[in-house]
């Protein structure tokens, strides 16, 4: 039994590293791609969110604003909160603005959604590791919305990189409701005493604002991120 387990992983191994020379061809393809785009910002967020939630009319409508702006609404192409910033990118007459990085893993589970078909750009990475590549890089800005594994994963990924540098520095926005994400901190960050202190340090937030999307109206957290990012 040990030695069919071994088989298998090594196995796994042996596919995974057949395909590192063309993946990264491919990643320095899509970044220099992407860096020609011109300015972006990344879009984090449900699939199971639809047209009907708060959600995604207000992500629609911050789009929608920032496309006006010639800004690019970069998301990883499914439906619900991925479809949102690219629905707004066509309301403000701009589809080429949508852009979806999708996964060539999930290829099975969803399609990219309708508008970054319809004259968007689409990009499909092979693994997580380019994926989030191409979601973070060259990004002015970075908004986080209710999601679930997938969405966390992107979260922690993203804040572990700004973290440690290993991104420019950019602001993340978390927009909730309910505190979706408010609870989750101030339970993450509750200390659990002195020898192990709290689950993840307070600091870690840092570069991050909490915004309430039933509080604060699509444009004017679009011009609040306009000035944040230095826009002019």
């Not at 910002?41 to 699939?47: H, Q, V």
């Not at 047209?51 to 629609?60: A, F, L």
């Not at 893993?105 to 590549?133: C, V, W």
């Not at 339970?187 to 002195?194: A, K, N, P, V, Y």
Request: charged share 20%.
């Amino acid at each position: 039994m040990t030695q069919l387990l071994d088989m298998s992983h090594a196995s796994k191994l042996d596919l995974y590293l057949g395909r590192i020379d063309s993946s990264s061809q491919q990643l320095r393809q899509v970044l220099t791609t992407l860096k020609g785009i011109g300015l972006q910002g990344t879009w984090l967020g449900s699939r199971k969110l639809g047209p009907d939630s708060p959600e995604y009319k207000w992500c629609t409508e911050v789009a929608r604003i920032l496309a006006e702006k010639g800004i690019a609404a970069k998301t990883g192409g499914g439906p619900g909160l991925m479809e949102a910033p690219h629905y707004g990118c066509h309301l403000a007459g701009f589809p080429k603005l949508a852009i979806a990085v999708c996964a060539e893993f999930l290829q099975k589970e969803e399609d990219a959604n309708p508008y970054a078909k319809q004259g968007g750009q689409i990009f499909t990475m092979p693994d997580f590791n380019s994926r989030h590549d191409c979601l973070f890089f060259g990004s002015l800005f970075h908004i986080i919305l209710p999601g679930r594994l997938g969405t966390i994963h992107e979260m922690y990924d993203l804040l572990n990189r700004l973290k440690h540098s290993l991104l420019a520095k950019a602001p993340v926005y978390f927009a909730e409701r309910d505190g979706y994400w408010s609870l989750k901190m101030e339970f993450f960050t509750r200390s659990m005493g002195e020898e192990l202190g709290p689950r993840i340090s307070p600091a870690d937030y840092d570069l991050t604002k909490k915004i309430n999307i039933l509080e604060m109206s699509a444009a004017d957290f679009a011009t609040m991120l306009l000035i944040d990012i230095g826009y002019s």
